[in-house]
């Protein structure tokens, strides 16, 4: 039987905005010694984005009022509702994969009645007697760079046999990508996948992504389009 599973990120790629920049920004967390310092060690390549994660969303443990606010901004990127209507017309199952915070993508998602398959990121949320819960996804013992495995996620897809579609825009999109069949991506996931000379096609908007799938769908549910992923994923480290 032909399987196709379809697994997108969420900030900046779903959603037309990046929604934890536009926290950190709005909370002017990313103004905190230790958040610069978080960062300077992460653009080092010292640590991954769980450290940077696990620094910088402590300071939204007592910012609950502040975070809805800015959900109220968040806006879809175009033809994500016509997306999502295809791929559940047709079977296709979605994944919501983010290294962001669980608390907004299911705000968000509840708020424009996104049907998905599932929804993986960090459990970082507000407990209903007013805690605050800061937690990873990453269950991958050999290797901890990232708070949400999403290499993990594409790889157990495919033990499943499921050919896979991966969009998305962003530096821990290149680890889950790495894995999958085709890649859709935009702005610093289509540069790092232009350096590492993969195959990929851009978007920009969903009805992108629909316009390569939707006269094809046939060949991607075989497993047989053309433009699949070309460069073996060599960075991800798992435990044999």
């Known amino acids: 039987?032909?399987?196709?599973?379809?697994?997108?990120?969420?900030?900046?790629?779903?959603?037309?905005?990046?929604?934890?920049?536009?926290?950190?920004?709005?909370?002017?967390?990313?103004?905190?010694?230790?958040?610069?310092?978080?960062?300077?060690?992460?653009?080092?390549?010292?640590?991954?984005?769980?450290?940077?994660?696990?620094?910088?969303?402590?300071?939204?443990?007592?910012?609950?009022?502040?975070?809805?606010?800015?959900?109220?901004?968040?806006?879809?990127?175009?033809?994500?509702?016509?997306?999502?209507?295809?791929?559940?017309?047709?079977?296709?199952?979605?994944?919501?994969?983010?290294?962001?915070m669980e608390y907004y993508i299911r705000e968000i998602i509840r708020k424009f009645d996104y049907?998905?398959?599932?929804?993986?990121?960090?459990?970082?949320?507000?407990?209903e007697d007013g805690g605050y819960r800061l937690d990873f996804q990453n269950e991958n013992e050999a290797c901890k760079w990232c708070g949400c495995c999403k290499a993990d996620v594409v790889r157990k897809l495919k033990q499943e046999g499921y050919h896979v579609l991966y969009i998305g825009d962003g530096t821990s999109d290149y680890y889950g990508s790495g894995f999958a069949d085709w890649i859709f991506a935009r702005a610093r996931l289509a540069g790092y996948l232009e350096e590492a000379g993969e195959a990929y096609f851009p978007f920009e908007t969903f009805h992108d992504v629909l316009k390569v799938i939707?006269?094809?769908?046939?060949?991607?549910?075989?497993?047989?389009?053309?433009?699949?992923?070309?460069?073996?994923?060599?960075?991800?480290?798992?435990?044999?």
Do not use: W
């Open 115 to 127: 049907q998905v398959e599932q929804i993986i990121s960090n459990p970082i949320y507000y407990t």
């Open 1 to 100: 039987m032909s399987k196709l599973a379809v697994v997108t990120d969420f900030d900046g790629t779903l959603m037309q905005q990046d929604v934890g920049d536009l926290l950190m920004k709005t909370a002017e967390v990313e103004k905190e010694p230790a958040v610069v310092e978080a960062y300077r060690q992460f653009d080092a390549g010292q640590v991954g984005s769980m450290e940077v994660a696990r620094t910088s969303y402590s300071f939204l443990a007592d910012r609950k009022s502040l975070v809805d606010d800015v959900i109220r901004q968040i806006n879809p990127r175009e033809g994500a509702a016509d997306f999502l209507d295809f791929c559940r017309k047709h079977g296709i199952p979605v994944t919501i994969l983010s290294d962001g």
């Open 214 to 240: 939707e006269p094809d769908l046939d060949k991607f549910l075989s497993g047989e389009a053309s433009g699949k992923r070309m460069v073996p994923n060599t960075f991800c480290l798992f435990e044999e």
